[in-house]
């Protein structure tokens, strides 16, 4: 059976220069492999990236920002997106492939080049990426699935299959050679299963 393989190698350089570069990282393939995981870990810029994961229901306004109470007046509230884009920070937008409706236009213009992207709030503030701003987008299909717009923002586009290297060291030193067999192979249960047997086994010992 033919093994699984995934250039880490590759994933932590795009990552490490996509804040400089402003170049948004497309990371797709089976779930469970860590891309969730890179999009927290690996080469941030020193702040704390912002996160969203995407439903087909979920709205522009989600990731853009609204309006909230507060007292006899309402105030403006940015979303993750927005609030990113104002830090020069990364966003991470999982499940990208499940935008629809108004939120797929809002992508197009969050992820447009730094050089051309602005938006007018309805607070009537006009807000512009700073520099350092990118986008982490996971899905667990196939680039093809996205529509035409939003993939070819995403220049960059890493194919994930297996964990990061560091994930085994997390598991329970009995079970490390078959999780990594296993999660290699087509038959793959995935790195959230192999760290719950693992907690499993760890329970099972300390009884």
Not at 5 to 31: C, Q, Y
Not at 183 to 193: K, L, N, P, T, V
Request: hydrophobic share 40%; with cysteine.
């Amino acid at each position: 059976m033919a093994k699984r393989k995934t250039n880490w190698d590759m994933i932590e350089l795009a990552l490490a220069h996509a804040s400089a570069i402003g170049r948004h990282v497309l990371l797709f393939g089976p779930p469970g492999v860590s891309k969730t995981w890179a999009g927290f870990n690996l080469g941030l810029n020193g702040l704390e990236p912002m996160a969203v994961t995407i439903t087909p229901d979920t709205p522009a306004a989600e990731i853009r920002g609204h309006f909230i109470p507060h007292g006899q007046t309402f105030e403006w509230h940015d979303g993750p997106a927005i609030a990113a884009w104002r830090l020069g920070t990364r966003l991470i937008l999982n499940e990208v492939d499940h935008a629809g409706g108004d939120l797929l236009s809002m992508l197009h213009v969050v992820l447009d080049d730094r050089e051309s992207a602005k938006e007018s709030l309805p607070s009537q503030e006009i807000v512009y990426p700073s520099d350092g701003f990118h986008v982490v987008g996971t899905m667990n299909g196939v680039p093809a699935d996205l529509p035409d717009p939003l993939r070819a923002r995403f220049v960059i586009r890493l194919k994930v299959e297996t964990p990061h290297p560091t994930f085994y060291s997390h598991l329970d030193k009995t079970c490390r050679k078959v999780a990594k067999a296993n999660i290699e192979s087509d038959q793959s249960f995935g790195c959230r299963a192999w760290l719950t047997f693992s907690e499993l086994l760890a329970a099972e010992v300390s009884v």
